[in-house]
């Protein structure tokens, strides 16, 4: 594992922040380019991206730290203490769901067209979940369990993985599973939007089929408790009938166009 890329005596350069820079990258500018198809200026674009940046972080972390409140009620200051083992203490759905909501309000002030910019940028979403997992096995976070299978991975001792079974085990590289999902479905949105499908039906399909691939991965996923295994576990079912219902939503608004 290579939890960390670079280190100049206290600085430190963490692998999933790079990558998670990375996807930012990549995203706000596939985003840009995707949205200047419908007239929205690169700089707005810019501004949003940097916003939705923030909200990740801030939403996943304070849903970390909400269920691992033990861990922090007597050293509050370790709530944003990022600068001790990279970004750990962040969990997807709590950035995802703040990300939207921020992001679809700012939209809207902006007068910007929401189903469009949404299914502009769901391929940067599920892009940005394929890179910034590999982040995450390089960490060594985000682990899955034991394993018999030729899928497993064994993880150094010295990781959170290696750490927490506290001997060289193979464990499902649940990081990687996740990745790949992402990578498939970034691949599939490219070419869902061959179809010139209906404005937001794109975005839809994306995040029903992103919840069903988290749904089945968290089955062999880590977690040290099985309350937050069954948090998101329902945040992924609440995602994915949510999204079946915008999806029908704008198939039934195709219809009576």
Sequence with gaps: MYPTILRIGNFHIYSYGVLLFISFLIGTKLVEMRAKKFGVESSKITDLAL????????????????????????????????????????????????ALVVGIIYIRKGKMPILKMLDAAAPAIVLGEGLTRIGC?????????????????????????????????????????SSLAGFILFIVALKLEKKHLKDGLLFGIIMMFYALFRFGIDFVRYYENSANFWTNQIIALTLFIVAVIFTIYILKKKRTA
Excluded at 52 to 59: A, C, N, R, S
Excluded at 62 to 83: R, T
Excluded at 158 to 164: E, F, H, I, V, W
């Design 51 to 98: 916003l939705t940046l923030i909200m990740v972080v801030v939403g996943a972390r304070l849903l970390y730290v909400i269920l691992h409140w033990s861990d922090f009620d007597h050293h509050l200051i370790s709530i944003i203490d990022f600068w001790h083992g990279g970004l750990g203490g962040l969990m997807f759905f709590g950035g995802f769901v703040s």
């Design 137 to 177: 096995f390089l960490n060594g976070c985000c682990f899955g369990k034991p394993t018999h299978s030729f899928l497993g991975v064994i993880f150094p001792l010295q990781c959170p993985a290696g750490d927490t079974f506290r001997r060289p085990i193979p464990i499902h590289p649940t990081q990687l599973y």
